[in-house]
């Protein structure tokens, strides 16, 4: 890509990890630049009018283009590659996974993990508070049809890894931050080493 590529990102959030493992794996080069949401960096006049109307992160610079949402970006990256499906039906199996991760699992897995990790229990509105047991049993439930799947094949989708697999990776890695048992789901367990292996791989901490 001759454009240059810059990650807006929190460091610790898994939706802008997924944005580097997949440049990662695809070979693609890009730069970093951090901000601390708990401190309202995302939503400064100067972040809001330049780099997302949304005041969220992440956000991938593209040269003098803005793309939010860290599954377009994803999208964006991986396109041409081996980890978006030539298969029709495929392609729309990786689409289904892409979207149950961003309406089932991290509302639930990443919001726990967040809640627990970074505002911390004891400081939690009662909304929040009420919400914990609900946002468990989603969570359990989208980490249990993962297992299911998994169980019969090693991938998400067809035969190898796909976007699907790379997308739902960061927030199931660390779901044990938000007290979830991985060792209850042993084909999610096998499934995370299988992506851990593959080559061009970079852990979340660095």
């Known amino acids: 890509m001759s454009d240059r590529l810059v990650l807006h990102e929190d460091p610790i959030s898994g939706n802008c990890y997924k944005i580097r493992l997949t440049a990662a794996l695809v070979g693609i080069p890009i730069e970093r630049r951090a901000y601390d949401i708990t401190k309202g960096e995302t939503r400064t006049p100067e972040f809001l009018a330049e780099v997302n109307a949304n005041g969220r992160i992440p956000v991938?610079?593209?040269?003098?283009?803005?793309?939010p949402e860290s599954n377009a970006a994803c999208f964006y990256l991986?396109?041409?590659?081996s980890f978006i499906p030539k298969d029709r039906f495929a392609r729309a199996d990786m689409l289904r996974w892409m979207f149950f991760e961003q309406y089932n699992?991290?509302?639930?897995?990443a919001t726990l993990r967040f809640w627990l990790t970074v505002v911390g229990e004891g400081a939690l509105d009662p909304v929040q508070t009420a919400a914990i047991p609900a946002k468990r049993a989603g969570g359990?439930?989208?980490?249990?049809?993962?297992d299911g799947e998994l169980a019969q094949r090693d991938w998400l989708v067809s035969d190898?890894?796909?976007?699907?697999d790379l997308i739902l990776y960061p927030y199931t890695h660390v779901a044990g931050e938000a007290g979830f048992d991985l060792s209850r789901y042993p084909a999610v367990q096998r499934w995370l080493s299988?992506?851990?292996?593959?080559?061009?791989?970079?852990?979340?901490?660095?």
């Open 78 to 81: 991986a396109e041409g590659s």
């Open 160 to 164: 190898g890894p796909t976007l699907a």
């Open 105 to 109: 699992h991290e509302p639930n897995v």
């Open 60 to 67: 991938l610079q593209v040269g003098d283009r803005f793309l």
């Open 194 to 206: 299988r992506i851990e292996a593959l080559p061009g791989y970079v852990p979340m901490a660095g």
């Open 140 to 146: 359990e439930a989208a980490l249990a049809l993962m």
